[in-house]
């Protein structure tokens, strides 16, 4: 009998963990799909030439190849760097040990 509420409390507390990691996790999968769309969204034209890239490299490139004004151009650069350091920090995330059992639990993938 002294061991169920160790059992439960042991239980209540890695449901907790799987919980916030899930959400963690999907937090930065959306926050990725809203930078790329913010990104389509900044120029028209631009929007166009990006639709199937999810590449950062890619993505450099084909910012680079258009002629964008000064404005529009900068922020694209910004939100690039976002998308960047949003992608490395999800993907270190899901590499290491506890975290890759939620993500292979949850069906998460690297980006």
Request: no cysteine; net charge positive; hydrophobic share 45%.
């Amino acid at each position: 009998m002294g061991f169920i509420p160790l059992f439960l409390t042991m239980g209540g507390a890695l449901v907790l963990f799987f919980l916030t990691v899930k959400n963690t996790l999907q937090r930065k999968v959306n926050l990725q799909k809203e930078l790329l769309f913010k990104l389509k969204e900044l120029n028209p034209e631009l929007g166009h030439n990006l639709i199937d890239k999810e590449n950062p490299q890619e993505l450099k490139a084909a910012i680079k190849s258009e002629n964008l004004k000064k404005e529009l151009a900068t922020t694209a650069k910004d939100l690039l760097k976002e998308i960047k350091i949003n992608r490395h920090q999800y993907n270190q995330l899901i590499s290491k040990a506890p975290y890759k059992w939620v993500a292979k639990l949850f069906g998460f993938q690297a980006i």
